[in-house]
């Protein structure tokens, strides 16, 4: 076992380049993956803490239907029902100046019924407790105060006594005073603060613009406690809820997010595994004259297999341990984009750091380590075929991969077919489509190596009457030496197709999203809260606004529109309904469907008779269909089920959208504010001066925002672009690792072909026709990887639209690639496939014909 | 010692010396040395293996540079040449048979003769036109769409003169073209190659260490520890060295 082990060591360290290659590739495979993952796990341990945060230790909470209940429900709680763990909550988004805008979250509480549930007000050992009594005192006593943590003070040099000015919901501009700066015990509650602001109830319903309302009562209630009973004692407008229930629920919102891009993550790796898999069985063929003396003096298969598995289990592990540290370094810039999404789309969340954690570590290290030898396991077998006596001839080997061909060109065709079947299942699972997605990918790969060697006998006549000899024999080695360049284009053309899919797939959505911008954007001038995404409106519209907008000059209609999150109790487990309720149709009837049953196609007459509408992403969440066409909302009222008349096309929030009329909003919601407002101009009316005049003017002072149809457009483009530009990152080093691809089966090639380099120089090839010989092999292996990758990234868009898309946000869009895309694709794995011959070309050219002729 | 001839040379060395690095020390292959052929002649360096007869083959046909010393051939001086110029000059004026045939794989009979021609530009027509002459010579027609594979030793070795030949180079080098395959064969590829450098005039350098070839050469050079320690212009007078490997 020892000599054994001597033996790999020697030969990684005599194929340097070889190893190194080797290793880059395991190590970028899993850094890929392990940023990705603790990305996405900081995101979501950043978004539990911010849970915890203000949950506490809340066991159940009382919520209303549109987000508020009457303060007097808290007084009746704790009289009437006897309920004393019970605190109310006021919690809401504020936009502070003094920190830069910052949006933070307001939390307004009862201090004197706040102990139980959270320890912000507790003192940490080492703390003044008289500055804190003070700070608590002052909290209490003085209206219009507010309790900040001492690190959020420091970051913004603000001291007890300074004055914050906020902007909040109904309250464009108020002002408060910091009581004191709170250094809470324990760590969760430190961090959770850097983002809360803590004011007293009565001061949180002044400056939120809600006098006799609270957002929620937080209870704590025994596990004996009848909650049943509760339940059905509160008023009609309110509902008992769990914590997690809640949380759960958003969590769900980014899930399908998430596992698209682990799923994305995982192509680096996979391409790595073919480079590992070239790598290992390069390490074979070049060995076995070496593995055939081992074997003529004793040595079993057994001992053979264990000497190459060794040597991938000593790469690999080199490889992973790398990976790991880069992954850690990659996931800084990761969870940026990750969490930029997730706020952009879902629910905000602040990640500060990049929460190490030991699972991932662990995952990735065996990720790294099991490819690896997975990936040799192949040629470890082989390398037990080693005859005792004798060495077997390359060229006979090759022979051999060519005979398999057909084998494994009907394996790729079967493994293509059992992908289609897998799509065909009658299921919703994202998993399966994305095990469909991996077998098609899988066997697509399979196939290069009959389309490498039928490209490269169907140009050889090209290159050949082109280039002379040297276009005869580039395409003629390549075909030969399947085994080496097989695998390196099989593993470009991987890379390279799911550029093509995916680069197709967001083509294709944003061409529907343009489309449905185009259409559903018909206002000139849209008014509307600044937000920062992930449903965090600071401020809500007066309801007065409309008719002053109305009244000034140049305006031809004004449309309002409200939108808040009501409950639907019968899907607890989904997050609450996004609810827009809008006065006018201002798509002028053009809105899409995808199937509607208002008579005539009139579904505004349809709103209007208090019937509702959804977008797809709704209908898909909650098998809305024709035939099961009822939803039912909680309102101010109690529970109203209400019928469907249509679904819509809509790329607002993958969560969907309900959509119902202003009017019959009003009569079941107790709230009289907009959301947005948006304004058609008269004709001629020049929109930067109406945009001017209302941005200095009515909405100078108000916390709202107006932009034109085409600064709108342009935003939510921009979102779009954003949310998908760690994918670009994650292609580009798919890319990078299948450059790396190239490159070792180029540097196996030439080990294996020095010999008949040193030939040709000898023969009066020069050097630079010898540079040419190999740029034109490496040209030929890129179109190759580059000309498969069109259809199969097709494949691919499709299944990613039709199929992944459906599954994971219920998003149907129309099939839109760019043409230009593909012949990037094919200019990408060119380009890629030159690049990894710059080096090889030049050790080529340096070569010292004497030495290679000595080579054998 | 330096040698001379009455016809004019095709090839003048004058003091080469060349030495390998091996480990840390460094290893004198050839050591000054200093020899001319004339045009037309079979001149047979004879030596043990690891003597220096490949590296001496390798420094006439510019694969390999020398240390110091200059290797003249048909007036021009090799070692002042650059590599891509060196490399030209031997596609157009050197032919190299060696030991274990080097065919092209990837390329079949006819093209393996052609490449030199190939290289050199000309028209594919002419090329293999030559080719096929040469191959009619060397009695492998019929194997012309084949690939090197599916050839015996013999046969093999036949193609690779073939391919020396084509392009009418002045001088002809053969490092040990009968090493690697059996006493008939060996005899056949030799009368072969004499019998067409011969036939054209072309000179011929052979590297062996195969006593039995000495008979066939105008001059026998024996070289020993990187020095030419001997020759011989007959071969009656070459025969004590025969009795001596």
């Known amino acids: 076992m020892v000599a054994l082990f001597r033996l790999t060591q020697r030969y990684i360290r005599r194929r340097r380049m070889q190893s190194l290659l080797f290793v880059l590739g395991v190590a970028l495979g899993v850094a890929v993956g392990v940023a990705i993952d603790l990305a996405n796990r900081s995101a979501s341990a950043a978004f539990d803490l911010s849970v915890r945060s203000v949950t506490g230790r809340t066991t159940h909470q009382i919520v209303g239907a549109s987000g508020s209940i009457p303060t007097s429900l808290y007084t009746r709680l704790r009289s009437d029902w006897g309920v004393r763990t019970s605190a109310p909550v006021i919690e809401s988004y504020i936009r502070v100046e003094e920190m830069g805008g910052r949006s933070m979250r307001l939390l307004g509480i009862d201090p004197l019924a706040e102990a139980p549930f959270r320890d912000y007000l507790t003192v940490a050992p080492g703390a003044d407790p008289d500055a804190t009594a003070q700070a608590l005192y002052n909290f209490v006593a003085q209206p219009n105060t507010v309790l900040l943590s001492a690190d959020l003070a420091a970051q913004y040099a603000l001291a007890p006594g300074d004055t914050l000015t906020i902007q909040a919901r109904k309250n464009p501009r108020a002002t408060l005073v910091i009581a004191g700066l709170l250094t809470p015990q324990d760590k969760a509650s430190r961090q959770a603060l850097r983002e809360l602001l803590l004011v007293d109830i009565a001061t949180a319903q002044e400056v939120a613009g809600q006098p006799g309302e609270i957002s929620r009562i937080d209870l704590i209630l025994p596990d004996s406690f009848d909650v049943e009973q509760l339940a059905a004692s509160l008023p009609a407008g309110t509902t008992i809820i769990t914590p997690s229930q809640n949380a759960d629920a958003l969590r769900q919102m980014a899930a399908a997010f998430k596992l698209n891009l682990q799923a994305l993550s995982l192509l680096a790796l996979l391409v790595g595994m073919f480079l590992i898999y070239n790598t290992v069985s390069f390490s074979v ?12 003096l004793g040595a079993t298969r057994q001992q053979l297999f264990i000497l190459v598995a060794l040597e991938a289990i000593m790469l690999g592990a080199i490889g992973t341990g790398l990976g790991l540290a880069l992954g850690t370094v990659m996931g800084q810039g990761a969870v940026r984009l990750v969490s930029q999404t997730i706020n952009d789309l879902y629910f905000r969340v ?27 396991l192949l040629p470890a077998l082989e390398a037990t075929t080693t005859p005792p006596v004798g060495v077997i001839q390359r060229s006979r080997l090759e022979q051999r991969t060519l005979r398999r061909l057909p084998v494994w060109s ?51 006549p090209a290159t050949s009457c082109l280039l002379g000899v040297v276009g005869r024999m580039a395409p003629r080695s390549v075909a030969r030496s399947l085994s080496r360049t097989g695998i390196a284009v099989a593993a470009l053309t991987l890379t390279v197709s799911t550029v093509v899919g995916i680069s197709a797939m967001i083509s294709s959505f944003r061409t529907t999203l343009t489309d449905w911008l185009t259409v559903t954007l018909g206002a000139d001038i849209y008014i509307s809260p600044y937000s920062e995404g992930g449903n965090s409106v600071a401020v809500d519209i007066d309801p007065e606004l409309p008719a002053t907008l109305a009244k000034l000059n140049g305006i031809a209609r004004v449309a309002s529109v409200r939108s808040v999150n009501v409950r639907a109790p019968d899907y607890p487990a989904l997050p609450p309904v996004n609810l827009v309720a809008p006065d006018v149709d201002i798509t002028d009837g053009k809105r899409r469907f995808a199937w509607l049953t208002a008579p005539g196609g009139d579904f505004w007459a349809a709103l209007e008779g208090g019937q509702v509408i959804v977008s797809e992403p709704f209908a898909h969440r909650r098998h809305i269909t024709p035939a099961q066409n009822q939803i039912t909302l909680l309102t101010e009222h109690g529970p109203h089920t209400f019928t469907v008349a249509g679904v819509f096309y809509d790329y607002t929030t993958d969560q969907g959208t309900l959509m119902m009329h202003y009017s019959v909003y009003k009569h079941y919601f107790d709230d009289p504010y907009l959301s947005a407002i948006a304004l058609d101009l008269q004709p001629g009316t020049d929109v930067e001066r109406v945009l001017e005049q209302l941005r200095t003017g009515i909405l100078s002072s108000t916390g709202l925002q107006a932009q034109s149809n085409r600064q709108l457009r342009a935003n939510v483009l921009t979102i779009f672009d954003r949310t998908f530009a760690i994918t670009v990152a994650l292609r580009l080093l798919a890319i ?5 691809g190239i490159l070792s089966a180029l540097m196996a090639l030439q080990l294996e072909n020095t010999h008949e380099y040193g030939i040709l120089r000898a023969t009066g090839m020069t050097p630079r026709k010898l540079s040419a010989l190999t740029f034109l092999q490496t040209g030929l292996m890129g179109l190759t990887a580059g000309l498969l990758a069109v259809p199969v990234g097709v ?13 994971s946000f219920g998003w149907s869009m129309s099939f839109a690639p760019d043409p230009a895309g593909f012949i990037q694709a094919i200019g990408v794995a060119l380009i890629a496939a030159l690049a990894a011959g710059v080096y090889p070309a030049w050790r080529i050219r340096t070569l010292s014909a004497a030495s290679a002729i000595r080579s054998e | 010692m330096p040698f001379s001839l009455a016809r004019p040379p095709v090839l003048h060395i004058q003091s080469v010396q060349k030495t390998y690095a091996s480990g840390c020390a460094q290893c004198a292959v050839l050591r000054d040395i200093t020899l001319e052929v004339a045009a037309g002649e079979f001149v047979v360096l004879l030596g043990a293996s690891g003597s220096g007869k490949s590296t001496l083959l390798n420094l006439i046909s510019g694969i390999d540079q020398p240390d110091h010393g200059r290797i003249v051939i048909d007036g021009t001086d090799i070692t002042r040449l650059s590599e891509t110029a060196r490399t030209i000059f031997r596609r157009d004026h050197i032919g190299i048979v060696f030991q274990f045939f080097n065919l092209i794989p990837t390329l079949t009979v006819l093209e393996n003769i052609t490449l030199p021609l190939e290289l050199r530009g000309e028209s594919r027509r002419h090329c293999e036109e030559q080719a096929r002459h040469l191959l009619r010579r060397v009695g492998l027609e019929d194997r012309a769409g084949d690939f090197p594979d599916k050839l015996s030793g013999g046969e093999q070795q036949r193609v690779a003169i073939a391919r020396a030949l084509i392009q009418q180079p002045e001088l002809v080098l053969a490092d040990e073209p009968t090493g690697n395959l059996d006493s008939e064969n060996g005899k056949r590829v030799l009368a072969l190659l004499t019998e067409l450098t011969r036939e054209a005039g072309r000179t011929l350098i052979m590297a062996t260490h195969d006593p039995t070839i000495v008979p066939l050469a105008d001059r026998v050079i024996r070289i020993q520890d990187g020095q030419l320690q001997e020759q011989a212009h007959t071969t009656e007078s070459i025969l004590p060295l025969i009795s001596t490997n």
């Open chain 1, 736 to 740: 990078v690792v299948a450059f790396i």
């Open chain 1, 350 to 376: 602040t990640v500060e750091q990049v929460t190490i954690n030991q699972e991932t570590l662990l995952r990735g290290a065996l990720i790294g380590l099991l490819t690896s030898v997975f990936a040799a």
């Open chain 1, 285 to 296: 063929v070049q060995r076995r004259p070496v593995l055939g003396i081992l074997r003529s």
């Open chain 1, 795 to 807: 494949i691919l868009a499709i299944i990613l639209i039709y199929e992944i898309n459906v599954r």
């Open chain 1, 410 to 460: 009907a394996v790729a065709a079967a493994l293509v077919a059992s992908g289609y079947v897998l799509l065909r299942l009658d299921s919703e699972s994202i998993m399966l489509a994305l095990a469909a997605l991996l077998t098609v990918l899988l066997g697509s790969a399979l196939l290069t190596p009959i389309f490498l060697v039928a490209l490269a006998r169907g140009i050889s």
